[in-house]
């Protein structure tokens, strides 16, 4: 594990996340700034967005932007869902929007171009990490300042993945010996695997109010200021 001073961790500065909360997704959510989610992944469509700006075919694509779009796919094959044209009575895609980029024309024509190669929904090169099929809220707070931030988390991040967004909160934040009841955190450990467990469900069958039971994370500062 490379070292920042005193702290041991990853590389921040080409750290990539692997999980994103559909809030973050929604965030995404214009042309020049435009994510999706399907099938339980996160794809990145700016660069097909820039590619076709103008085109009509780009548009049921934009009113879907920051959303995500798991109806349009058959989960089996990954391809959108197909149906029985009812004109030539062929098997065709199914697009209630509307035919988008990539999608053949119900006809056969001669000015569909169709030289793209591998249409933008198959491969990876869009994507950006997965989806959190579930997420839960933690607190982190400062013992040095007393700040304290709720922060919502894939229910699969590593606690390195969840310093990595409290970053913007603290640029020194891997400084830090992050604790949970007392016992230093493992940081390629997740939350459960901390034993810091999600009491949601419990919280919800007791008619309790969980938002005033969210676990806390503890930060003790090393005297070591690292920024990432």
């Known amino acids: 594990m490379p070292r920042r001073g005193l702290v041991a961790g990853p590389d921040f500065q080409y750290f990539q996340r692997r999980y994103f909360t559909p809030v973050e997704v929604a965030q995404h959510n214009q042309p020049e700034d435009l994510w999706v ?97 579930k997420t839960r809220n933690i607190r982190i707070i400062n013992t040095l300042t007393s700040q304290e931030h709720t922060l919502e988390v894939g229910d699969l991040e590593s606690m390195w993945e969840i310093l990595h967004r409290y970053l913007p909160y603290n640029a020194h934040a891997a400084s830090y010996t992050w604790k949970y009841e007392g016992k230093n955190l493992n940081m390629e450990h997740t939350l459960e695997e901390n034993g810091i467990r999600d009491e949601e469900e419990e919280f919800d069958y007791l008619t309790m109010d969980g938002a005033l039971h969210t676990p806390a994370i503890l930060l003790y500062f090393n005297d070591d200021l690292t920024e990432l």
């Open 37 to 133: 989610s399907y099938l339980g992944y996160v794809y990145d469509l700016t660069p097909l967005a820039q590619e076709y700006q103008g085109d009509l075919l780009l548009k049921p694509i934009l009113e879907v932007a920051g959303q995500d779009i798991s109806h349009w796919f058959d989960p089996k094959t990954r391809d959108i869902r197909k149906h029985i044209d009812p004109l030539t009575g062929s098997q065709r895609y199914r697009t209630p929007r509307g035919r988008f980029l990539h999608i053949p024309p119900q006809l056969p024509r001669s000015d569909w171009a169709n030289d793209f190669g591998k249409p933008w929904w198959q491969g990876s090169r869009y994507e950006v990490g997965r989806l959190s099929a």
